[in-house]
Structure formats: C-alpha cells, structure tokens
C-alpha cells in the first residue's frame, strides 16, 4: 500500500494544480461577497498585500490578500490571507484539502491528474507577520450576545447550556460561534469561530501552542478530560461532567496535557483523575489522533480513552452515532495499560502512571475512616542523626491537607476546622476526626517505612505528641479554603440534590450540574434523594400540598363544599402558608427583616391545649431541606450561655418547638439582633466558641399565642393561624392511610419535592405575605385575660356610666376564683383587662372622677373581630389563582339519574352527567376516576357556557351522595 510520504511525492504537481485552483475560488468567493472583481491568478510569497480591484479600479478598493506558497515534508502548503480594511481578516489553509485527496486517493487507488501547475516563478521567502486581531477579537467578543442559532451546534446535538465562554455572531462568510481561547494559568490567547458549515478560524496571531477551550472549571474539578475539537470536548462533558479542556488540534493535545501536568503539580492537586480523550482516526494508516494523545500520557502518566466504534471517530461521533450513554464507561474505564497494546502503532514499555489518591475512600463518613493511601505513601516523617524517628510539621500539615482538611473562617476573627469532599462539599472537624484520620494511615501502612523502624514506631511517636499534632498550635496553621460558600441571594436560592442542584427564582425552577457550581457548600446541605422537576399540574396530587391546603380550610368542609366566600378566604391562607413555607427554605435572610416564624391554633379553647392541627408536620417539611436545630420551647432560658449548644456551623433554621403561655418575645429580641448581625454563637461546654452562619431563620410552634401587640412585636413575629380541620381522632395519618415522610413511595417524594420548590419560587415572587388573621386576635385576649372575664364583659352595657370598684366586686362576687389563689387579680389589673377588651371589640373605654369613686364607659360601634370574611383583604389581594377539582369520588345511586333529569338543564348535560356517574357505579374497579372527573367537569362547563345555573346539580351529588372524608372536592389554587 502507497504510503502517504510516497503518495505526497508522486503527486506533487497535481497536488499543487488543485490546491491552487480550490484557494483561487475561495478567494473569489470573498472578493465577490465584498463586492470586488475577481481575479484569475494568484500572486504568492509577496511582501505586501495584493490590492484588489472595484470595476477594474484599485481606487475604491478595500481588500486585499497574501498567498504563502511553501513545501513541508515533500507536502505542498497554501495559505490565503484575505483582509477586508472593514470587516477584518479570513484564511485559506490548503492542509485540509490536501487530507481530503489523501482520502479520496485512498479509496480509488487513482493518482491525481494534474491540470494546471502553479506557474508564478517568485522565489519562495519567509512571509512577514500579519497584524494581530487578537486584542480586537476580545473586545468585540465580550459584547457578542451569548444566547443564539447555530446550525453546527445542532449538527453535533450539543445546542445545550454549558459552562463555556461562548458567543454567537456572523459576517461575510455566515454565521459562526466565538470561542474563548486561554492558558492555563487563565490567559486570554483570542478566538475560534466556527461556522455553520463547520469551518474554523483563529484570531490573526493566536498563539495555539498550550491553548485550549475549557467547558466547566477546570481549577476545582477532580475529573479533567483532554481533547482535540470543541464539539467533542461538549459531549464529554455532557456525558462525564468532566471539566474539559479542548486543545483545537492532535498536535497540541501533548504541550495542554504537559502545561496541566506541570500546573497540577505547583498547585498540589496530586488527586485529580485526568484523561485524554483521543481522536481513533482508524482509516488513516498513522492515526495521528491516537498517537499524539498517547504520547502525551507516556510523558504526563495521565490516561488514555478513545472511541471503540468502526464507525465514530471521535467521542462527538460516538455521540451522535449511539448515545451520551456510551461515552461515560469508556472514559470512566480509561487506563494507559489497556489502550497501549490495541494502538496499531505500539509503543514499547509506556511508562505506569503513579496510581491516584482515592479521594472517595478518604471522605468515608464513617467515625473511623477507612485507610486508602496504601498505594501511595505520603510521608511525613524522617529519622534524625541520633536514627530517632521524628515528624516532620511542615510534611504533616501537607498530608493533612492533601487529605480535605482545611481552615474556613466564618467570622473574621475565629475559624473552624472542616474536611472538604469532591472539592466542594465540607462538613466540620475536629482534632478526635483528624487524629482518628492520621492513626488510620498509620495502620495501613503495611511493613517497615524506615530501615529501623515500622508503622508501630511511628503510631506511638504520633500518640506521644498527641498534643502537639493534634493541638490548636498546629492544626491553626492548616491552610484556610478560601473558597467562597454558594448561598442563596435576595432573587435566586439553592436546593442540593443527589443528582443534580436545583435552581429556583421567581421566574423559573432549573436544574444543574455540580460540576457547574463554583465555590463549597455543607455536605450535610446535600439531600438524600434525587430529584425530577414536574410539571405544575401534577403537584396538587401530592399528599403535603392537600394536607397544608386543608389546614387552611375550615372543618366543615369535611361534610359539605365550600361556598365561594371560603373558597376566597381558603385561598388566601394557603396563599400566606406557602409563602411562609418558601420563607423558612430561603437561605437568604435580610436583617432589617428577620421575623420569628410562629405556627399557632385558629381554634379558641378554655385549655389552650388543643394541638393536632398540623403545626409540627409543617416544620417536619422544612427539616426534610434545611439544617434545623430544634430546641425544646418550653425549657428555653434565653440566659443560659449553653443554650444553643446543639446548633451546628451549617444549621440554617433555629426551630422552637412548642412554647408556653409564659414565653416572651421581647427576652428573644437579643437572639433575633445577633442572628441578623451575623454574631451568633454556639457555646459548648468546654469547647471553644463555633460561630453560626449569618442566613438563620427562627420558627415556633405553639398551642397558645405570643404575647404583645405593640409595633416592635408585629416587626419580629410572623403568626400563621392553622384550621382545626384536624384534630386527635382524623389526623393526616387517618386522612391519607399513610404516615407522612416514613412511608412514602419514590412518587409521592417526588410531588412533595416539587410542591416545595414551588413554595420556594412562590415566596421569590410574592415575598412573604402578611398573614389572615382568624381567631388570632380573640385567643391573645383570652391568653392575657380569660375565658370568664370576656363572657363577663359581653354582659356590660354600652353606652353607660358604671362605677369601677362596683363592677369589680361584682366580677368577683360572680367568679370568686378570681379572688384568691394564683387567679387572684386586682382592680388595676381587671381595669387593664377591661381596655383590652375594648381594643379588641373596637369600643372606646372613657374614665372619669367623681368626689370619691372612679368610674368608666364602654361606647362606641362594637366590630365583630371573629368576622374572618371581611372584604378587606379579598380586595387587597391582586394574586390570580386558578381553581380546580383535585378529587371528586361519589357513589352512584338508583335515584341519581331520576333526580338529575327533573332538573331544567338541557338534555347533553343529563346525559353525560348520568352516563359518567352510571359508568363510574357499574365499572367501578376498572374505570379511571380522572376519566370520570373529566365527564363531569366537561358536564358542568358546558352548563356554565349554555348561562345554566349548575349549584343545584352540585348540591344535588353532595346531599344524596355517599362518600367519605377524603373523598370531598379540594380545591387547590396553583
């Protein structure tokens, strides 16, 4: 078989002729679309550019080209440079149609016919350097827009978002993506644009050597990949979430994997797992691609991957030809051993790169981490002149450090010891995790690490000096991360899920990658469960968003459906849950608007103990997103130093559980200042003093309420009355068969997921919206008073004068409890009790003096403050919601379809709303409910465009149909 050196010489004129030919067309195809003459020959290797002529004219010309004819390697080469003195530079490179002959020769075996030989006869000479665009190029591509069309980006089914430096733009010769190419120390080096019909050009006097593009961030990632072409490097990427760094050709593949090699070592990222991913150009006899990405992994020990498929050449191929899906094994599974042996140029004894840090095993979450540096010792210790084995503190800290454990200062003047993982995960340390740590290491190493002395030495050296290596003095001189913590903003906030980190604003919930995320978060942050974001419609189906709509909705709706004055009301309150529900999730906290969340009864007791609406289930939810340290309500001493003890460096939400009668808020205003000055402390005992993370939310539940109505108490506190449309016998439990969280199936998560990131998006639009006030106002009167005060004090006529010393005797004549024991009051304190009275009732109390008595009147329009359907906040509240029948499930009866044909609606309606009822009684264990809804539905909207009153149909269904609680309509605003 002709080789391609031999075909190169055999062939040196023809080859000549048609390059000539294929550059002239070029270069008339761009004189032609900048509007200038053609021409019929080409001048090469002049010192000046050649001026193009406009109608024979070169006076109103503003373009001109160079041709650089040279011979390398017996392979003739041709490059046009055509420059437009307006809309800039392009290049003709004649490499690529030479490959395109070479290919095509080697399929009909047929040697090139030459047909026109390049007759200019100027000597060849060195071309002189062009003008570099470079600096132009990067300052147009910043205000390139970055969304756009591109027909090659669909091409190769990579029309994604990615972690790119991206623009799209167009000029004479189409549209084009602009790529960022930079070093890697972070260089800009200028631009590759790549066309629709897949052409690519450089910025005039871009230096490619060690260029790349880089699709995610390579300085943070644990896994690099290295590539040839930027549509390649985007499948992989897409496929591993590799951070990868695209090299632009075979040829620059070594010096981007030697500047990483060289980078990772300065740096002391020994960890990170790196592959070259190399081009398989399987129908070239040398294949180029395989051979510089294997050279560049026997001189850097990084790894090999290439694509296994006949059919694909590069892993872009692979892509499109099967799946992302196959792209994954082959890199995951990439080694130099594997691939040196099936290369068809063998390479003889490729050097074993030195084996990785398991990173994983070292991050193990176990109290005992599991010993992983058995391949790969990191020695820390050395023997003396005396032959004494010694530690070294500077080799030490570094083994410390290559393992995760850091520094993070998360006040200005203390920091805290933390173990990264992955890169961006950290939980918090301590000296017992990293001495458990270090004397793991130590058991694993296997055998003698000195001449004289073994791993036992070198345990009890450890153990020895315990307070030394393990002390504050050494473990403060652990570098700190300096890495900035991802957190929630004012408009955005983040959910971390296994699979993916969702984003949610108040436009739009979107997930991403990790390998996108640019800074650390708490590992305990990470939820156990991954996640599918689902369409809007479907998340009324979720148990949790029934059960917070039904806690919003009065008891009777149980037996009977709400009128449309409940419906309004209904909505409002779950409306104001679910912003509070997206309140307690966002971590963002503004401190001039920090409140105390409180969870509180609608329902009015004597006890004041009634519980079971649905208070603690609510905060239950937000422990299944947010770190939430509970404290015991009742035991609280806002003076005890201790008393956030249990709290953690990532706690974001301080929850109190079930507060007393007694429970002050102004003793916590204190708690709430440091909380949003960012100084609160956790204070343990005999430990030193671990600040708490600024963006801390506090929340309460209670079966009482919260003392104080004054302005300063409205500004710190935000009450949710919760219905008692449960109670202790019909709980959730009862309603749903199914206890909440626990018994869950994948499903059903999945709608609650979904629901509260709703929540979340809900409260970025709306903000937090002020509660409806139910019973809220009556409760605080009795709280403060009592239940037979108030009944007394409904009796007292309007209007009228009465003495206080008269009135008083009489309250107690009447309620002699009042006049001894702990209820015992005085008639200051039922004057008082009577002024709050007539704050609540909307009454006017006036005092007055006589010669010896004092006396008071109560006037003045009383206002029924139990009146929860007042038109005010209907008109108020601008909120759009759409309501629909979440479930309708009732049982068909004989009469049904007698009673309903009585009825004055026209004759379609009977007969769908009969027919759907007859289907649902007669095929019940097969038919769909959803497809009974729908007949139903379709039976009442049709009423209600025909003008027909539909309340008797509906009240017909509820009065003579038999059904169970959890079978009512539930109307559910989304």
Not at 390 to 402: A, H, Q
Not at 949 to 964: F, K, M
Request: glycine share 4%; charged share 25%; hydrophobic share 35%.
């Amino acid at each position: 078989m002709t080789s391609y050196q031999q075909w190169l010489i055999d062939n040196q004129l023809a080859i000549e002729s048609d390059i000539y030919t294929h550059a002239l067309n070029w270069l008339n195809q761009q004189a032609s679309a900048d509007n200038h003459d053609t021409i019929s020959t080409l001048s090469c290797n002049t010192d000046d550019f050649i001026t193009l002529s406009v109608n024979g004219k070169t006076a109103k010309s503003k373009a001109g080209y160079k041709v650089i004819k040279t011979v390398q390697r017996n392979k003739p080469v041709l490059n046009v440079l055509y420059n437009h003195f307006k809309n800039g530079q392009s290049t003709y490179q004649s490499t690529a149609r030479v490959k395109e002959l070479w290919e095509a020769f080697k399929l009909n075996k047929q040697p090139l016919q030459a047909a026109k030989p390049i007759t200019q006869t100027i000597p060849i000479s060195t071309p002189q350097t062009t003008k570099s665009t470079v600096t132009s190029d990067l300052t147009k591509f910043d205000k390139l827009p970055v969304t756009g069309v591109s027909e090659y980006l669909n091409r190769k089914q990579i029309a994604v978002k990615l972690p790119v430096e991206l623009r799209f733009s167009n000029d004479k010769l189409g549209k084009y993506i602009a790529l960022l190419v930079t070093d890697i120390e972070g260089n800009k080096r200028g631009l590759q644009r790549i066309y629709d019909n897949g052409d690519k050009r450089f910025s005039t006097g871009l230096k490619k050597q060690g260029g790349f593009i880089a699709i995610g961030d390579y300085t943070t990632a644990l896994n690099i990949a290295i590539c040839e072409g930027f549509a390649t490097g985007a499948s992989i990427h897409l496929a591993t979430g590799y951070a990868v760094l695209c090299a632009l050709d075979a040829g620059n593949i070594g010096n981007v994997a030697t500047h990483l090699k060289s980078w990772l070592t300065t740096k002391g990222k020994y960890t990170v797992n790196v592959v070259v991913c190399a081009d398989n150009d399987i129908n070239n006899s040398e294949n180029v691609g395989l051979n510089k990405a294997l050279n560049a992994c026997q001189n850097t020990g990084f790894k090999l991957a290439y694509p296994k498929s006949d059919n694909s050449k590069d892993f872009n191929d692979l892509h499109i030809e099967s799946s992302l899906e196959a792209i994954k094994p082959c890199i995951d599974n990439a080694t130099v051993e594997n691939i040196a042996t099936k290369t068809k140029k063998a390479i003889k004894n490729p050097p074993t790169p030195a084996p990785a840090l398991d990173i994983e095993a070292i991050n193990s979450t176990e109290n005992t981490p599991a010993p992983v540096l058995k391949k790969r010792k990191y020695v820390f210790w050395y023997v003396n002149k005396k032959g004494e084995l010694k530690i070294s503190n500077v080799d030490f800290l570094n083994f410390l450090e290559k393992s995760g454990f850091s520094r993070i200062y998360l006040n200005p003047l203390e920091s805290t010891l933390v173990q990264i993982f992955n890169n961006s995960l950290i939980e918090e340390a301590s000296a017992e995790k990293i001495r458990d740590f270090t004397l793991s290491y130590v058991d694993s190493l296997d055998g003698v690490i000195t001449e004289k002395h073994d791993a036992r030495d070198l345990r009890s050296a450890l153990i020895k000096a315990s307070n030394v290596y393990f002390g504050h003095a050494v473990l403060s001189c652990l570098k700190p991360l300096k890495k900035p913590f991802i957190t929630d903003s004012k408009t955005s906030s983040y959910v971390f899920y296994r699979n993916a980190v969702v984003v949610v604003t108040k436009d739009s919930i979107d997930t991403i990658p990790y390998s996108q995320l640019n800074g650390i978060i708490w590992k305990d942050s990470v939820l156990d469960r991954d996640i599918e974001l689902l369409p809007k419609s479907e998340l009324r189906n979720g148990m949790f968003a029934r059960f917070q709509y039904n806690v919003c909705s009065p008891a009777d709706v149980r037996k009977k459906p709400p009128t449309n004055e409940q419906k309004q009301l209904i909505n409002k309150r779950f409306s104001v849950l679910k912003s509070t529900m997206g309140y307690l999730m966002h971590r963002f906290c503004n401190p001039n608007q920090l409140k105390a969340t409180v969870f509180c009864d609608e329902k009015v007791s004597d006890l004041g103990n009634e519980g079971r609406s649905g208070k603690g289930l609510s905060m239950s939810a937000i422990r299944q997103f947010r770190n939430v340290t509970i404290i015991d309500g009742k035991s609280f001493d806002s003076g005890n130093r201790f008393k956030f003890q249990h709290a953690t460096p990532s706690t974001e939400v301080i929850f109190f559980d079930d507060i007393d009668k007694n429970f002050k808020l102004e003793v916590f205003y204190s708690v709430l200042s440091e909380i949003s000055l960012g100084s609160l402390t956790i204070e343990r005992k005999n430990s030193p003093l671990i600040p708490l993370k600024q963006a801390i939310k506090v929340a309460m539940t209670t079966n009482h309420t919260i003392r104080g109505d004054s302005a300063s108490h409205r500004a710190r506190k935000h009450e949710i009355e919760l219905s008692y449309y449960y109670d202790d016998k019909f709980t959730p439990a009862v309603e749903f068969s199914c206890m909440f969280f626990s018994e869950w199936d994948k499903s059903e998560w999945l709608l609650f997921d979904n629901y509260m990131l709703h929540c979340l998006q809900f409260y970025l639009e709306r903000g937090l919206i002020e509660p409806v006030v139910i019973n809220l106002k009556l409760r605080k009167l009795l709280d403060e008073t009592a239940h037979e005060f108030v009944e007394f004090a409904d009796d007292i006529p309007r209007n009228e004068k009465f003495d206080k010393s008269v009135v008083y005797d009489n309250f107690i004549e009447e309620y002699p409890d009042f006049n001894r024991g702990y209820k015992a009051i005085k008639q200051r304190t039922f004057t008082n009790w009577l002024k709050m009275y007539c704050d609540y009732k909307g009454l006017k109390f006036s005092e007055s003096r006589g010669h010896t008595n004092c006396y008071f009147t109560l006037s003045g329009v009383e206002v029924d403050k139990q009146t929860t359907h007042t038109p005010d906040f209907i008109v108020n509240d601008n909120s759009q919601t759409n309501d629909f029948i979440d479930i309708i499930s009732v049982e068909y009866h004989d009469w049904c379809k007698t009673e309903i044909n009585k009825l004055p609606y026209p004759k379609s309606t009977h007969i769908a709303v009969c027919e759907c009822l007859t289907r649902f009684k007669h095929e019940s264990k097969d038919y769909n409910i959803n497809d009974y809804l729908a007949d139903l539905i379709t039976a009442l909207q049709n009423d209600v465009k025909n003008g027909n009153d539909t309340t008797q149909l509906i009240q017909l269904i509820y009065d003579y149909g038999i059904y169970s609680t959890n079978e009512i309509p539930v109307v559910i605003p989304f």
